[in-house]
């Protein structure tokens, strides 16, 4: 998965002629996955794609999964679907705000418990444009999510919900590559 990223990564970053200054597309990598030295954090997303509607306005996904194989046996899924705004561009620094809605899911295969979690998450993001195909990002936020988890081989209650909020993502970095 790693490598495959790092491919797509260098194929988009290559500076297309004849395109204008505006690019539609942004594909986005978690740097935390890659550079020990970069925070990442349980429901941050490992890719994230970015379409722009016009300058101001673009809409944004993200997706991550993980495998583990060790003595937990954990699978995660997230996913997340939402919509931005640029509220102030300067030349190569960009201020926006951003509104999800994302979902995860995790099951723990040795204990049999299984995660659900919804949330909605409103950020303030700020991107550097090293070039014109290239940017850096962070954007940290306050992050509401609604749980639920099931464990139906329990002596326990089988099932139980929570509610948590957060502000997160702070030193978090994306790499993005616009085409």
């Not at 991550?64 to 699978?75: A, M």
């Not at 303030?124 to 195909?133: E, P, V």
Request: some cysteine; charged content about 20%.
């Amino acid at each position: 998965m790693k490598v495959l990223s790092i491919i797509i990564a260098i194929i988009l970053s290559i500076n297309t002629y004849g395109q204008d200054d505006f690019c539609k597309h942004q594909f986005g990598i978690n740097m935390g996955e890659f550079v020990p030295l970069f925070k990442t954090q349980t429901g941050n997303f490992d890719l994230n794609y970015y379409y722009h509607l016009n300058e101001k306005h673009h809409l944004r996904s993200g997706f991550s999964y993980k495998n583990v194989i060790d003595e937990t046996g954990e699978v995660d899924f997230n996913a997340r679907l939402g919509f931005g705004k640029t509220i102030r561009q300067l030349k190569k620094l960009h201020l926006y705000v951003a509104s999800d809605a994302s979902w995860l899911y995790s099951k723990n295969h040795i204990d049999e418990r299984y995660f659900y979690k919804v949330g909605l998450s409103l950020m303030m993001g700020i991107r550097y444009h090293l070039s014109k195909n290239i940017s850096v990002s962070s954007e940290p936020g306050f992050f509401w999510y609604s749980g639920y988890s099931k464990r139906p081989n329990s002596f326990g209650s089988p099932s139980s919900t929570w509610q948590e909020h957060s502000i997160d993502n702070i030193g978090q970095l994306l790499i993005s590559f616009h085409f």
